[in-house]
């Protein structure tokens, strides 16, 4: 069983287009990070939510942390070529872990 | 260094062969974490070291995986009569002391024919 769900698992669009990726669990996190990883690359740190219901903004994208703490989602506007990757949803359970779990990933194509 | 250093980036080996993965942290970063990435499968923990020390390995899928850490910085895991199945990118990352910020390498991918 998978800790983190993360829907969808792909996703074509054109540019221009607007998306909304989600992260569900049935934990609560006392941490959420999200991260882009590129072909050949590790995945890089977006943007770490600690807050139930906290709203952080990086450019076009917007990151949501639920009231639970218990789910997140990654809003792009107006998506670009350059944003194509995986992202991956990453969260430390309540316990004090140090150790994230990752999410399978949103395979993001955005097409020119 | 600057960044987080894995080595090989690619290789092939045979069904039953050894392999050593080889993973240099950034400089001062006292917690060292390995995963393994598979097509479609995300990231899954193998083990996790604090200085030399790995006081959490649960993530190991079996008595052929071994991982080790020396002087606080390198580590190397360490595969024994490698199988088709391990097959895949294994990605190490670091982190400083109470941070919550993982930085990654850019993995080591191997296929085992």
């Known amino acids: 069983t998978q800790l983190l769900e993360q829907s969808p698992q792909f996703l074509s669009i054109q540019e221009g287009e607007n998306l909304t990726v989600y992260c569900n669990s049935s934990?609560?996190?006392?941490?959420l990070q999200w991260y882009r990883q590129e072909p050949g690359e590790g995945p890089v740190l977006l943007v770490t939510?600690?807050?139930?219901?906290e709203v952080k903004k990086l450019k076009r994208l917007t990151f949501q942390f639920g009231d639970a703490r218990k789910d997140s989602s990654l809003h792009i506007t107006a998506a670009q070529p350059g944003d194509t990757g995986l992202y991956l949803c990453?969260?430390?359970?309540?316990?004090?872990?140090?150790?994230?779990?990752f999410g399978r990933g949103t395979s993001l194509i955005v097409h020119p | 260094g600057a960044g987080v250093s894995q080595s090989p980036s690619n290789k092939v080996t045979e069904k039953g062969k050894d392999v050593e993965l080889r993973c240099d942290p950034i400089s001062g970063h006292t917690a060292l974490y390995w995963y393994r990435q598979s097509l479609g499968q995300g990231l899954e923990f193998l083990i996790y070291?604090?200085?030399?020390?790995?006081?959490?390995k649960s993530g190991l899928p079996s008595d052929r995986f071994s991982a080790e850490r020396t002087g606080g910085s390198v580590s190397t895991l360490t595969i024994q009569r490698t199988q088709q199945e391990d097959s895949a990118v294994y990605l190490c990352?670091?982190?400083?002391?109470?941070?919550?910020?993982?930085?990654f390498g850019a993995g080591s991918r191997l296929t085992v024919l």
């Open positions: 070291f604090q200085g030399n020390s790995a006081p959490d």
């Open positions: 990352a670091s982190s400083s002391s109470g941070a919550n910020v993982l930085t």
């Open positions: 934990s609560v996190f006392s941490s």
């Open positions: 939510v600690v807050t139930g219901g």
């Open positions: 990453a969260g430390r359970t309540s316990g004090g872990s140090y150790i994230p779990t």
